[in-house]
């Protein structure tokens, strides 16, 4: 670390979120005196979808930094959640409890399409490798048949045979008692010529077969995928010059050792959502807004969840996709197919259709140049005076407004009896109440009301369409923080290190032996905290939270509910959930007993806070909003053309207040404020923006 290069002599972090359109890298190099300020850089290339170790790699050079400077490397990744997404999963096999083979493809008493008879299904694992043996334990951990070990080692053979790479062992009740489950991977260990052996209980601990079952099926079908992926980054890292271990981001907000990951690889599922939200959270609490409701809007997809209090929403019953429970924790994210990218078409019923399906990074939409040829929202908001056609990254071969007007008139406004500006802003307004409906789920469709929470506007595509939609939701405050389309990467940098635990009980509150809850709550903590240790960063502190899964009796719905501690009466628990219950659904039921599902904790590594302030050089910024002013240019907002400032978003002074309408540009994103609003900027760098003021 040296002057030379421009880099303080310190700790240099980088953070790093491969997207599905743009590799995102924030780099903050924090000098050992607090004095000199932390310098920071950013960088955004293209994802290399054919391996994402390359656009990796891509980054970290485009910032001039020399590998060997970087003290960590925080990586969020996209690989594992395709790989289960497009189903291009390793060959695995799975050895099950004689009489069980089809519960992953049973599933639950649902329909891959609500209403209508019709719709198909593909269980992670193909029927002809899931194989039964002799063996059977009750509800109550006591053996009822014994393991047939013979069995087990004609089955493994019969799925080696098969060419299978990965192996799930998953018997029935093995988290009462795992003692088979044991048994039977150490008998496959001794012939299977890998470490991709998922044994069912070791991953989740938990009643109900099916959701236990599926989870095991996908962390051992992405486990070679993500080790292999590991290993071409590590060796990319190492020929820059990088030669230490970096970690991964998890599903559940949280980090852990990339020489681990592979282990329980099912939990970097959503990895890359996650990161967001964590930066999200982190930023809000050093604004003084801990409820947000987080918006990422990037080129493929946009993803929602919830902050209360400063902590992400967790849930350990997220359905990827239809029969796709991942019953591990993971930050409650709801995903719809709307990103800059989605593209637009009129169906055959006449109707204005926005995504799923998207122009992705190649060829992208037609504004990249690089042979897209279907309307986008990305070329909706540049024919609509929102994005600068001058100040777009990674073009090609630049694309005329007019040629983009043209192909919105042809395919889009011709149909639909529209100019291809009025086309462009239906395009805009479809996707609005698209992704307002994803709100929705995770505000309203929670019992909570958006008007108590600010949106937390992110992601390359994020701020230009926030403020329509706080207005469309009665959401009264909009924060766009200084680095917006780096915000997951900057997640990465402020996540801590964390560890998330689950045990089944099943007991009545009323005779739930509370000896049995502490013993359960102090051993998930002990585990949490040695698993901490062994990681290659030390944390600040150790944090730690526990939790109960319940429900009333006869009920099947749970309710996640916060616990004080280990020492917890029977009256209390039952008092705990009764509020929860009605916080969720608005109703008393006095007269009807809880029931204990599931016991969780989760151990946090408090890493070391970094300084917000930094993320935008504050040498940059003008004495003056006129300062900051780069062009005045035609927006069309509600059906009309405005004469809108264009500010320099880097320029502007900490004290600047901007009446919509106003356009802020910077290299990452651009923040639209609409006519009526009023915006400010507060001591982090962040825009407050205030709706209908």
């Known amino acids: 670390m040296n002057e030379k290069n421009g880099i303080n002599s310190g700790s240099i972090v980088a953070g790093i979120d491969v997207g599905g359109t743009f590799t995102d890298l924030i780099l903050i190099d924090t000098p050992a005196d607090p004095d000199m300020g932390a310098r920071v850089r950013v960088a955004k290339t293209p994802t290399t979808i054919e391996n994402q170790a390359f656009g990796v790699v891509e980054a970290i050079r485009s910032t001039g930094v020399p590998a060997s400077a970087i003290g960590l490397i925080v990586h969020g990744t996209t690989t594992t959640t395709n790989a289960v997404l497009e189903r291009q999963l390793a060959r695995t096999g799975m050895i099950t409890t004689a009489g069980f083979r089809d519960i992953i493809e049973l599933g639950r008493r649902t329909r ?43 089955a493994v053979r019969t799925l080696l045979d098969a060419g299978c790479v990965s192996l799930v062992i998953h ?97 970097t599922v959503m990895s890359g959502p996650a990161s967001g939200v964590m930066a999200a959270a982190y930023t809000g609490r050093s604004a003084g807004i801990d409820n947000l409701i987080t918006y990422d809007m990037g080129g493929t997809s946009t993803d929602v969840a919830l902050v209360r209090g400063a902590r992400p929403a967790v849930s350990n019953e997220i359905e990827v996709e239809y029969a796709m429970p991942i019953h591990v ?112 789920m995770v505000s309203l469709g929670k019992g909570h009301d958006p008007r108590d929470f600010a949106l937390f506007a992110f992601g390359g595509a994020g701020p230009l369409h926030a403020a329509a939609l706080a207005r469309e939701l009665g959401i009264p405050r909009v924060m766009v923080p200084a680095r917006p389309g780096i915000t ?83 009256d209390t628990m039952q008092r705990l959930f009764e509020e929860a219950y009605f916080a969720r659904f608005k109703v008393r039921l006095p007269e009807i007993r809880a029931s204990l599902v599931n016991l969780n904790t989760s151990v946090i590594g408090a890493r070391a806070g970094i300084d917000l302030a930094s993320l935008i050089d504050p040498a940059g910024r003008v004495a003056t909003l006129g300062g900051a002013l780069s062009e005045t240019r035609r927006v069309w907002f509600a059906g009309a053309w405005h004469d809108t400032p264009v500010y320099t978003r880097e320029k502007l002074p900490l004290d600047a207040a901007i009446e919509g309408p106003a356009i802020l540009e910077q290299l990452d994103t651009t923040t639209v404020i609409e006519p009526g609003d009023r915006a400010v900027s507060d001591a982090d760098g962040n825009i407050v923006i205030s709706v209908g003021v």
């Open 329 to 440: 924790p993971m930050v409650d994210v709801h995903t719809v197919g709307a990103g800059g990218g989605s593209i637009a078409r009129v169906n055959d019923a006449g109707l204005l259709e926005v995504g799923p399906q998207s122009a992705g990074a190649q060829p992208g939409p037609i504004c990249y140049g690089r042979g897209g040829t279907e309307p986008t929202i990305s070329d909706a908001n540049l024919l609509l005076g929102r994005l600068n056609p001058r100040k777009l990254l990674s073009v090609d071969n630049p694309v005329s407004v007019a040629d983009v007007e043209a192909v919105f008139s042809e395919m889009l406004g011709n149909p639909l009896r529209l100019s291809g500006v009025e086309a462009a802003g239906a395009v805009l307004r479809i996707a609005n109440i698209k992704m307002a409906g994803a709100i929705r």
């Open 488 to 570: 997951n990467a900057l997640g990465c940098v402020v996540a801590d290190l964390r560890h998330d635990f689950v045990r089944t009980v099943n007991r009545p509150v009323a005779s739930l032996d509370t000896a049995l809850v502490r013993d359960v709550l102090d051993a998930q903590r002990a585990e949490g905290e040695a698993l901490i240790a062994k990681e290659t960063v030390r944390p600040e502190r150790i944090e730690c939270m526990h939790s109960a899964d319940m429900q009333f009796v006869g009920q099947t719905h749970l309710i996640n509910v916060p616990l004080p501690g280990p020492e917890i009466d029977r």
């Open 112 to 154: 891959p399409q609500a209403y209508g008879m019709t719709g198909t299904f593909a269980p992670v694992i193909p029927r002809d490798l899931r194989l039964e043996v002799a063996e059977r334990m009750d509800a109550a951990g006591n053996v009822l048949t014994p393991l047939d070990e013979d069995g087990v080692r004609a």
């Open 171 to 267: 018997f029935l009740h093995a988290y009462a008692n795992p003692a088979h489950e044991k048994r039977a991977a150490e008998i496959a260990a001794e012939v299977w010529p890998n470490e991709y052996i998922t044994a069912g209980h070791a991953l989740l601990s938990e009643a109900r077969e099916f959701e236990r079952g599926v989870t095991a099926a996908v962390n051992a079908s992405v486990q070679p995928i993500l080790e292999r992926y590991v290993a071409r980054l590590s060796n990319e890292l190492k020929g820059l010059g990088y030669a230490r271990d970096f970690l991964v981001m998890n599903g559940n907000g949280g980090m852990i050792s990339a020489a681990h990951v592979a282990r329980e690889a099912a939990k």
